[in-house]
């Protein structure tokens, strides 16, 4: 139902910035729960960030204040504008895109990011 691909990772220094981008394919963009999650080698995946159809944003309490969680629906795109990056944010970022009602529960393939010290 929809297929999401996500880009704009990569290697940054501690304190810099990145901005990911998911763009979605199909016709429940607008109207789905979209989030960004991450998991790092030997961690549990975790959530980041999440944006509801109506604007609605949280956060993890460790990127609060430093990563900003956005959506364009015209584009069908979700974006984590990353800033003060820490090593410990060192994770491969995977895109969500939630529907429960319509059955729709589905994942990009990630994308990586690595912050140096």
């Known amino acids: 139902q929809v297929q999401l691909t996500e880009s704009g990772g990569g290697l940054v220094q501690a304190g810099g910035s990145l901005r990911l981008s998911c763009v979605a394919s199909g016709s429940i963009f607008s109207i789905a729960t979209m989030g960004w999650y991450r998991q790092a080698p030997g961690k549990q995946r975790e959530l980041v960030a999440r944006i509801t159809s109506d604007f609605s944003t949280n956060y993890v309490s460790s990127v609060e204040g430093r990563f900003t969680i956005s959506r364009d629906n015209a584009k069908k795109t979700l974006y984590l504008q990353m800033n003060s990056l820490k090593p410990e944010d060192t994770a491969v970022y995977y895109c969500?895109?939630?529907?429960?009602?319509?059955?729709?529960?589905?994942w990009g393939k990630g994308t990586l990011v690595t912050v140096s010290s």
């Open positions: 969500n895109a939630y529907a429960g009602p319509l059955g729709v529960d589905a």
